[in-house]
């Protein structure tokens, strides 16, 4: 934070790393572009709709100075947050700060905020995207979901627990083992600061169409909304959810993620253990409310992924 050290020759060397991470990543994989368009076709206008690390042409486009100024802008003690966990004395900790902390400067400037509002969505679009090397065509539909600060995140977490998580989920099993018109299916609650993704998708089995993959996702949250979900099914996933929060808090640097995820995203650090009590709470009645409020009830987007040789022109909306 304090001592910049870079110069032409480890600028060029560290982008090649994160090139390279991107080709592996992204160019490499037969699904990397497919999940890479997630967002970009998924926001209108918020920056969430640019990837992390960026591309190949963009990363090139990057200068020295680039970086230099990004850390003069963003590098400052008063944009950044310090948790301190493990086996230490708590008396010792200002002494810590002091020592490495107190001569840091801060800067005057102030530090640039995102105020871009993602608007509603007011229709249906649809997409497609191609990659080099498909072995079997994938679709995707997203929906907005709210902020990870709303009072219904519990729920929308349960809920996409229901639809994909794990081998026992309503998308894999009805998908994948029933119909058996797909390879893979899932569902993931992408919920940040600002406005998140809510994404259900899968690979096709062979030779299955689509449109009718895309219709079976959209049938199984049809009928999450539609039908209250058992006790039992609800306390399961409940559960799964809770066991995985407890287990990574049971080191040190679990800890300090939780912490840090409930400052930063959620805007309060009581949520880190308020976030365990909301998902106990969450009811059947719950998860079909944000169910037809979220998914069932809103325009969506639909990604078809191709080979790129069978591609029919480009993007259609």
Do not use: C
């Not at 993931?188 to 299955?208: C, E, P």
Request: neutral net charge; charged residues 25%.
């Amino acid at each position: 934070m304090s001592n910049l050290n870079v110069d032409d020759a480890n600028f060029k060397s560290e982008r090649a790393v994160v090139e390279e991470e991107y080709r592996q990543r992204v160019l490499a994989s037969p699904y990397g572009r497919f999940y890479e368009s997630f967002a970009p076709r998924s926001y209108a206008v918020h920056p969430y709709r640019r990837g992390v690390i960026g591309n190949i042409d963009q990363l090139e486009a990057a200068s020295l100075e680039d970086v230099r100024a990004f850390h003069r802008t963003y590098y400052r003690p008063d944009n950044a947050l310090l948790i301190v966990t493990g086996d230490f004395d708590p008396k010792d900790v200002d002494p810590w700060i002091d020592k490495y902390f107190a001569g840091i400067p801060r800067p005057d400037t102030p530090i640039p905020r995102v105020t871009v509002a993602e608007p509603p969505r007011k229709q249906d679009a649809r997409y497609r995207e191609t990659g080099p090397n498909v072995p079997l065509p994938a679709v995707a539909v997203t929906w907005l979901a709210p902020s990870a600060r709303s009072p219904d995140a519990a729920a929308l977490k349960a809920a996409a627990a229901l639809l994909g998580n794990g081998e026992s989920s309503r998308l894999n099993q009805a998908l994948v083992y029933r119909a058996q018109i797909a390879q893979k299916a899932s569902f993931g609650a992408d919920l940040r600061v600002d406005t998140g993704l809510l994404i259900a998708y899968a690979i096709a089995a062979s030779g299955k169409p689509l449109d009718q993959v895309a219709q079976a996702l959209r049938q199984e949250i049809d009928r999450l909304a539609g039908k209250p979900v058992a006790a039992a099914e609800l306390a399961k996933v409940k559960t799964q959810l809770l066991t995985q929060a407890l287990l990574e808090r049971q080191t040190p640097l679990g800890k300090g993620m939780a912490l840090g995820d409930a400052i930063l995203i959620q805007g309060d650090a009581r949520r880190v253990n308020q976030e365990l009590d909301d998902l106990q709470a969450v009811t059947a009645a719950d998860v079909q409310r944000v169910v037809r409020k979220y998914l069932t009830g809103a325009p969506a987007v639909t990604i078809e992924y191709t080979q790129a040789a069978a591609a029919q022109g480009g993007a259609a909306k």
